[in-house]
């Protein structure tokens, strides 16, 4: 199982590249950034890690094709392969909460748009693109210079947007840890893509206090939009799971967040002391998944440095 590290984009971009060649020292296989408009730009990040790396895959999880068209998405893909070598994965997801209710963009027929975009990214990594869709369209476009291909990743959840990662994607990504939600996931894409799941991890002696910085990180995986069915997948009460969602919706993340408890982040996050972390990722390799993004708590780049270290000496050998 390949073992993957987020570079957050909440801190000064001047740090990315060096906790990008610090996680690469470390022995993380992958580093992934995700996109945000609230946070550092991702294509400038990656051209940093681009450059600061030697290895490493790089890869976005998520980038959306309702903030970046998916032509700007395939040129992106082009330039950090350029960089980098073929070191680059484009992660693909249509986007959060945040899209409808800050900035009035509506999420349109989810499972048409990514696959569109996806068809997209590839003609244009290809050659000229031809593509009519229902959300996107790219007719007779084409990059002005010679591309490579790239893996092309799916953010899901659902069982239609999964089987769709499995019917035309490379790999998805996806949260939740349990062997019930690992086999459900392995079902709907029906062994087609790699599974990557994405999680966060606090490593402390002292579980109880782990679990608490764990806690409100776990907020939107498991207060966020995704099918009812989904809810026992995951094994979490689905009354706790509808006033997490109420809450989250009507009165904001802070007051959200103190309604997670251990056992959402246990569905979707790892915390305690080393041994137990390492347990849980040896069962996720066993039970097939092919590689892991974990993610570090850190309110500075020493701090984010300081866990990724802590991490790899738990989980690398």
């Known amino acids: 199982m390949r073992c993957g590290i987020t570079i957050p984009l909440n801190q000064p971009i001047t740090s990315v590249g060096g906790l990008a060649a610090h996680a690469e020292k470390l022995g993380f296989d992958e580093l992934w ?4 408009y609230y946070n550092r730009d991702t294509s400038v990040a990656l051209a940093l890690m681009a450059q600061h790396t030697e290895t490493a895959t790089l890869g976005t999880a998520v980038a959306s094709p309702f903030l970046r068209h998916p032509t700007l998405l395939a040129s992106l893909a082009a330039t950090i392969t350029e960089l980098a ?3 680059f994965v484009l992660g693909l997801g249509s986007g959060g909460y945040e899209f409808p209710q800050e900035m009035d963009i509506a999420i349109k027929r989810p499972l048409a748009a990514i696959a569109e975009s996806t068809r997209v990214v590839r003609e244009l990594l290809a050659g000229p693109a031809d593509v009519t869709g229902e959300v996107f ?3 007779g476009a084409a990059l002005r210079w010679p591309a490579a291909p790239t893996p092309v990743y799916l953010a899901a959840r659902g069982p239609k ?3 769709l990662a499995g019917d035309i994607a490379d790999g998805v990504i996806t949260h939740g840890i349990s062997d019930r939600h690992i086999a459900y996931v ?5 062994g087609g893509a790699q599974v990557c799941l994405m999680l966060d991890v606090d490593v402390d002696d002292d579980q109880a206090a782990a679990y608490a910085r764990l806690r409100p990180r776990c907020l939107m995986m498991a207060g966020g939009s995704y099918a009812d069915e989904l809810i026992d997948v995951y094994g979490l009460p689905r009354d706790e799971v509808r006033q997490l969602r109420s809450t989250l919706r009507l009165e904001g993340r802070d007051q959200a967040a103190a309604l997670v408890t251990d056992d ?5 996050g790892i915390a305690g002391p080393a041994a137990h972390v390492r347990e849980e990722l040896d069962r996720l390799a066993a039970r097939g998944v092919d590689s892991v993004i974990l993610s570090v708590g850190g309110t500075d780049p020493d701090g984010i440095a300081g866990a990724m270290t802590r991490l790899a000496e738990a989980v690398i050998a």
């Not at 950034?33 to 945000?36: C, E, F, G, R, W």
């Not at 392995?186 to 029906?190: L, S, V």
């Open 264 to 268: 959402m982040a246990a569905a979707f």
């Open 85 to 87: 070598g073929q070191r």
């Open 137 to 139: 369209s790219a007719r």
């Open 161 to 163: 947007m999964l089987a």
């Open 186 to 190: 392995q079902e709907k894409t029906g």
């Open 33 to 36: 950034l995700a996109d945000h």
